[in-house]
């Protein structure tokens, strides 16, 4: 008999998501009945939109053609996709050949772990997206858990808390490690600023350490003054790779298709080049991003996909405000309940005062059949608060508000 894998063994729990998703499902069958809203897991909801889909149905049924047909792609993505990436969304401050296109930003994290190996230290954001703690666990650069349940052994956790404007002390940073930071933040909401993006980079810079920076929810950035792209930042080039996806901006979590960027001047300590690496792993183990899913991003960088990419990201941050008006209620108020994120964002993150994260789920499950995601579960510093996504359709939001405002929280 195989060994088990000790590093996958080193993970204290399932993945956060359908762990929820079994503690819904155990409560529903216990209540047949119950209507259960969702405001947990950031899956979309709205439909595809009309020039994307004719975007994806013209690939299709070129497809079916002699002429048209086409197999296996460049691994790295179609030319003229990767070319509309950096002149439509980095309007040219990266390049082409810079472009990585891939099946979303999830799959990208998880190359990237491997790209780097078991031995680097990792320092997070706290709390964050999952996949950068337990992505690291499983190859083996973090873990096991700490028996005191602050974490894992080998990732430095930054805090990000109100107290600080949810951005982290950065004399944290180890030297030579890699760090992950979120802007739009999952699952604070909080975007950084162009200020803040200076001082990371900086930060980043000086410990000889590397940056993996997530933009997955870029789209959902109005406030003009916010970066998009860490690449915006001077000094970010030799020190950053950018994940991203469009999975969140045009509702392609289902179609899968994303993006990182590996700037030329991004160096190993021996002088090579990361993105030649990083080209060999991509070339090796990944065999290039569906063909009819490009065609839908590459709809989507025109200028009718630009402006239905604007209305599915206005209608998820319409209902980020109606739910953040509905935890101003006075019910929440009273409880001391603190609310952050949800405009420049699709998250509302909410502290609960004197209350565990998970009873909270419970007491939303049990008195609203309103489904969230407890903050405990983006890292320690995420105890206490939950998080609402913003990705469902308007009546069910205003349906799960509406039982928010009734909940009793003495
Ligand atoms: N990066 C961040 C920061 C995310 O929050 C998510 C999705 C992704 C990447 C995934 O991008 P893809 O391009 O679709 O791979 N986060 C959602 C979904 C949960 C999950 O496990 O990905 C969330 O609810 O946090």
Redesign the pocket.
């Known amino acids: 008999m195989l060994k088990r894998n000790p590093r996958i063994a080193n993970l204290s729990s399932g ?3 359908p762990e929820i998703s079994k503690r819904r499902a155990a409560w529903a069958k216990e209540h047949p009945s119950a209507k259960i809203i969702s405001l ?4 979309t909801t709205e439909p595809l939109t009309p020039h994307i889909v004719e975007g994806l149905q013209g690939e299709v049924a070129r497809l079916g053609t002699k002429e048209g047909y086409s197999g296996y792609g460049d691994e790295t993505g179609l030319t003229e996709l990767r070319a509309k990436i950096a002149s439509v969304l980095y309007k040219g401050i990266v390049k082409p050949e810079e472009v990585y296109v891939s ?7 998880g190359r990237i772990q491997y790209l780097f190996g078991s031995n680097v230290s990792v320092a997070v954001q706290d709390p964050a ?3 950068y703690v337990d992505g690291s666990v499983m190859i083996g650069a973090a873990g096991p858990a700490r028996a005191d349940g602050t974490g894992y052994e080998g990732i430095t956790y930054m805090p990000c808390t109100a107290a600080n404007g949810f951005f982290p002390d950065l004399s944290a940073i180890p030297q030579n490690s890699l760090v992950y930071f ?1 802007s739009p ?3 604070t909401g909080a975007v950084a600023t162009k200020a803040q993006l200076a001082e990371l980079v900086s930060a980043v810079r000086a410990k000889g350490s590397i940056l993996v920076f ?1 933009s ?2 870029s789209a959902f950035i109005r406030d003009p003054s916010l970066p998009l792209s860490i690449f915006e930042i001077p000094g970010a080039r030799e020190c950053a790779i950018e ?6 901006p045009i509702g ?2 289902g179609v ?3 993006w990182s960027i590996v700037p030329a001047e991004l160096r190993f300590e021996d002088g090579t080049p990361v993105g030649k690496d990083w080209t060999r792993l991509m070339t090796t183990i990944f065999n290039g991003a569906s063909n009819v899913a490009q065609k839908g991003g590459l709809a989507s960088l025109d200028e009718k996909g630009l402006a239905e990419t604007r209305e599915l990201t206005d209608y998820y941050l319409e209902n980020a405000r109606v739910i953040r008006s509905a935890l101003s209620g006075d019910n929440f108020k009273k409880a001391g309940v603190e609310i952050f994120g949800g405009d420049n964002a699709p998250y509302v993150w909410a502290r609960f005062p004197g209350r565990k994260s998970w009873d909270v789920f419970d007491l939303l499950l049990n008195s609203c059949q309103v489904v969230c ?1 407890p903050g405990s579960g983006f890292g320690p510093a995420g105890e206490s608060f939950i998080r609402f ?1 913003s990705f469902g359709h308007r009546a069910d939001v205003i349906e799960a508000c509406e039982r928010l405002s009734k909940l009793s929280l003495s």
């Open positions: 993945y956060l998501f947990g897991i950031g899956n099946d979303g930003a999830k799959c990208d994290i997206y999952p996949v979120c933040n999952n699952p997530d997955a929810y994940v991203s996806s469009f999975s969140k392609f979590t899968r298709l994303g995601t996504s």
